[in-house]
């Protein structure tokens, strides 16, 4: 299944919002994103472009569980097997990602959306960025770009990850962005693994899917996503990208960033632009989610055991983390909380529960906190230390922050009252109500 497919399978189960109304690409189409969400949308006509847009497409952690063909709750341990399993995709020379090739590179004729009144520009953010070293092969990363001309990108690139180590050690390098990409590539892209793997086979694994070389470079890209952005991009080669609405609802500062140069653009016949609204549901659980498999696997791995976990959008989906464990010692929630920052060392608040705690419930976890929870005995704060730079109250230049964590889980020894909620009678209200 890919992007166009999942849209036709939403389409037939009523759950995709047609509008067939003209629609602006400057701030028109993602009010209406906004305010939809978290239903799917198609604009079928946008007045600056030929395209139609989808967007809110993977809005919820039921939809990608809905794509990838697992439960909800078995999403953490769907992500993690297919990152100790993962498979190289098949190569094919018919790739449908490649059916038309423009001739003349003219970004402005793309439906690249301008999303909030503050933003610097067009932005591309739904756009996987497939790059590559002669030593650690190929990478998959999310990087948000701003248009800056009708063949120019400022890309914003985070410190420290592997695309920014690709780069600072070839200085610059070809690359391809793709748009219109199914969950599976989606969640692999935004998976933290270690240098050197390449995320299309943990995409593989999670959905099979196969593989094209790019027209202006031996890139691997997947066959059937809607578009294809090919070009160079150039370390000190800067400009301004920036303001843009990030993770946390607020706007990111001006920065100085390489700049991308397209030298070709293909796309699928009848081709649909993947919107990814910034700081939205799909953006968060984008974002989020795939840390909640690492921080799983961390957690289990320090001998504490973890039943779930929700990187939740209250915490902005990236700085907040709930885990539910099943309490088996009382050093068991602290053990958890060391164990979760190794998961997500982005994370800023790490909050414990007990298996009784509904962690989609934010009435029942702060219920947990208020009834379990001791501030002197319960509470782990860290050392300062670096945090994400997403994060407005960290420091603006070094993004140093304090981290802590919150053992909200029961006491394995009641010595009062009981920790536990007492439970109402069941009554079946048809012999009531008529």
């Known amino acids: 299944m890919g992007f166009r497919d999942y849209l036709q399978k939403l389409e037939k189960s009523?759950?995709?919002?047609?509008?067939?109304?003209?629609?602006?690409?400057?701030?028109?189409?993602?009010?209406?994103?906004?305010?939809?969400?978290?239903?799917?949308?198609?604009?079928?006509?946008?007045?600056?472009?030929?395209?139609?847009?989808?967007?809110?497409?993977?809005?919820?952690?039921?939809?990608?569980?809905?794509?990838?063909?697992?439960?909800?709750?078995?999403?953490?341990?769907?992500?993690?097997?297919?990152?100790?399993?993962?498979?190289?995709?098949?190569?094919?020379?018919?790739?449908?990602?490649?059916?038309?090739?423009?001739?003349?590179?003219?970004?402005?004729?793309?439906?690249?959306?301008?999303?909030?009144?503050?933003?610097?520009?067009?932005?591309?953010?739904?756009g996987i960025v497939v790059s590559k070293d002669k030593e650690f092969g190929q990478n998959l990363d999310f990087h948000r770009m701003m248009q800056i001309g009708k063949n120019k990108f400022s890309v914003r690139i985070v410190k420290e990850r592997n695309f920014d180590t690709f780069l600072k050690k070839n200085g610059e390098m070809d690359i391809a962005v793709c748009i219109g990409n199914g969950a599976n590539v989606l969640v692999a892209a935004a998976t933290s693994i270690e240098i050197g793997k390449n995320e299309l086979g943990i995409a593989n694994a999670l959905e099979p899917l196969t593989v094209t070389r790019a027209k202006t470079s031996d890139l691997l890209i997947p066959s059937d996503c809607e578009f294809v952005i090919e070009g160079r991009i150039v370390l000190e080669e800067k400009a301004n990208e920036g303001p843009f609405v990030d993770l946390t609802e607020t706007l990111d500062v001006v920065r100085q960033e390489p700049v991308l140069t397209v030298k070709k653009i293909t796309h699928r016949k009848d081709a649909i632009w993947q919107a990814l609204l910034p700081g939205a549901l799909e953006h968060k659980v984008l974002m989020g989610m795939p840390r909640e498999p690492t921080i799983f696997k961390k957690v289990n791995e320090a001998g504490v055991k973890c039943i779930d976990v929700n990187v939740n959008p209250?915490?902005?989906s990236w700085l907040h983390a709930i885990v539910k464990i099943d309490k088996q010692n009382e050093d068991d929630g602290k053990k958890a909380i060391d164990a979760a920052f190794e998961g997500h060392k982005s994370c800023k608040h790490i909050f414990i529960v007990d298996k009784d705690i509904d962690i989609y419930n934010p009435l029942d976890v702060e219920w947990a906190m208020a009834t379990r929870f001791q501030a002197d005995v319960d509470f782990k704060m860290k050392a300062r230390e670096k945090g994400s730079s997403l994060d407005p109250s960290a420091d603006p230049e070094t993004h140093f922050t304090t981290k802590c964590g919150l053992d909200c889980t029961a006491s394995l020894q009641v010595k009062g009252k009981n920790f536990s909620k007492e439970p109402f009678p069941q009554v079946d209200l048809k012999k009531y109500l008529k």
Do not use: R
């Open 14 to 126: 009523h759950k995709l919002q047609k509008i067939s109304a003209s629609v602006s690409k400057h701030l028109e189409a993602s009010g209406i994103l906004k305010a939809i969400e978290p239903k799917a949308v198609l604009f079928e006509k946008i007045k600056e472009s030929n395209f139609k847009v989808a967007g809110n497409v993977f809005p919820t952690k039921d939809s990608i569980a809905d794509y990838v063909g697992c439960e909800t709750s078995e999403l953490i341990s769907t992500i993690n097997k297919a990152i100790s399993n993962m498979k190289a995709p098949e190569e094919t020379k018919n790739a449908k990602c490649q059916e038309v090739v423009e001739e003349i590179v003219d970004l402005d004729k793309l439906p690249i959306l301008f999303h909030c009144a503050h933003d610097g520009g067009n932005y591309i953010s739904s």
């Open 314 to 316: 209250g915490g902005c």
